[in-house]
Structure formats: C-alpha cells, structure tokens
C-alpha cells in the first residue's frame, strides 16, 4: 500500500511563492519517478512537474521558468518550488508516481493552492 501525503498548500497574492511537500511510502521510492499534477476547477488533472529517479526533469510550458519540482530519497520526499504565482495557478495540486497515475487508488488528498489577483 502505497501513501501520498502533500502539504504546504495556501492562500497568496499574486506574485508570492510556495513550496509544496509530498511525503511518499513504500519501498524503492529512489528509484520511482515521480510528478505533480494540479486540478483546476472545471478542468481536467493535467501533469504539472516530473521528475525522473535519476533527477532529469520537465514542465508543462505554463510553469517553466516559476515552479521547480525537487526529491530527497533519503527522505522520500518530493518538493515544488512555486515563485511568481499566478491566479491561473489556483488549482488542487497533488503528486504521484505517473506509472500509476491511471489507478484510482493512488492519490492523496492533495493540498489546496489559491492565487489572488
């Protein structure tokens, strides 16, 4: 049983920045790719931030240049830089492994991201 556990998650102006956790259980999380997904409302999950076991990473167009996606395996956690918040930004943001992204099982509760204009 695999548990996904985000936080840091809130309420900023537009501009400001958060970080987002992800806290992951389950064996070989080292080698797991990893990646953050957000939910708008009304839109579709759509992949936000990965990040490969050996630290390769991508973005969707959107976000490249503000958001910065991260992991430390020894404490198998995986991180998301968020500067220069948009209110398009405002969405629910969750992480996963994408292997299993098509399962609905696997994800968390998500946290909460809320961008003010």
């Known amino acids: 049983q695999v548990q996904l556990v985000e936080s840091g998650g809130g309420l900023v102006q537009a501009g400001g920045s958060l970080r987002l956790s992800c806290a992951a259980s389950g064996s070989h999380f080292s080698i797991n790719p990893m990646a953050w997904y957000r939910q708008a409302p009304g839109k579709q999950r759509e992949l936000v931030a990965h990040i490969t076991s050996g630290g390769t990473t991508t973005y969707v167009d959107s976000v490249k240049g503000r958001f910065t996606i991260s992991r430390d395996n020894s404490k198998n956690t995986m991180y998301l830089q968020m500067n220069s918040l948009k209110p398009e930004d405002t969405a629910v943001y969750y992480c996963?492994?994408?292997?299993?992204?098509?399962?609905?099982?696997?994800w968390g509760q998500g946290t909460q991201v809320t961008v003010s204009s």
């Open positions: 996963n492994d994408p292997r299993y992204a098509s399962l609905p099982g696997s």
